[in-house]
């Protein structure tokens, strides 16, 4: 089975271009593929089928309902591929979504709005498509983010510092299945969100991950998201 690794800021994905809809994948299957140690390693599997569609795996195998930063990957895959234009509609199960290309290697995603749920100012239940806790920290080099992100099981948690510059926030992030990931897109446009609602940024905001950075537009009626799509390798995997 052939897939194609991608990252988006860090966040890496193993892409599954079956457009035939022949190679079905399990959760024993990514579970794997994910181990960075017995397998190829990576945050999660998307297998691309006819729409086109996205199937998204977290690592643990479990499926997830929606990843900014994966389906930038899928969309660079398909117009590396020869298999769409710079600019489609995903199918995803968060609902459609569409993708533009830039030749700049960068890629943008309608992520729709956002569903917010202040609970006060500095913390925020927010759906981008999938389930968000956002929480304003002091300091992120002090976290201990697997125990703190314990008490919101089951949801992707972002930490977030307010700056360093204006309409700036940096963040952690803590992905249910997948533990902490270097940039998460949905943390990032839920982030933003919450940030906006809490009057402590405009709208467009850059989004500071360890690995790098994310742009969001909050536009008056859908999400925007900015960043890079990296093509990582060609992999053949004799094992599936």
């Known amino acids: 089975m052939r897939f194609e690794k991608y990252h988006g800021l860090g966040n890496d994905f193993l892409v599954l271009l079956d457009l035939g809809d022949r190679c079905p994948v399990d959760a024993t299957a990514v579970r794997a593929l994910c181990d960075r140690h017995r397998g190829v390693g990576a945050d999660g599997v998307i297998r691309v089928t006819p729409g086109p569609t996205m199937e998204l795996y977290n690592a643990d195998g479990s499926r997830a309902e929606m990843s900014g930063n994966g389906i930038r990957c899928l969309a660079m895959a398909m117009v590396d591929a020869g298999l769409s234009g710079p600019r489609m509609v995903v199918q995803t199960d968060a609902g459609p979504k569409t993708v533009t290309v830039d030749e700049d290697g960068w890629a943008s995603v309608d992520m729709g709005m956002a ?126």
Not at 133 to 148: C, G, M, P, Y
Not at 150 to 159: P, Q
Request: charged share 20%; aromatic share 6%; hydrophobic share 45%.
């Open 115 to 240: 569903k917010i749920d202040p609970k006060d100012v500095g913390l925020a239940f927010v759906d981008m498509g999938n389930p968000h806790t956002v929480v304003e920290v002091e300091d992120l080099t002090k976290l201990r983010i697997a125990r703190q992100a314990e008490e919101w099981h089951g949801r992707n948690v972002e930490f977030v510092v307010i700056g360093p510059g204006t309409d700036e926030l940096s963040m952690r992030v803590w992905e249910r299945g997948v533990g902490e990931t270097l940039a998460c897109g949905t943390g990032a446009c839920a982030a933003a969100a919450a940030a906006f609602v809490w009057g402590k940024v405009g709208r467009e905001v850059t989004v500071h991950q360890p690995g790098g950075n994310a742009t969001v537009h909050l536009e008056s009626d859908t999400i925007v998201l900015s960043g890079p799509a990296d093509h990582i390798a060609t992999i053949e995997v004799p094992w599936l």
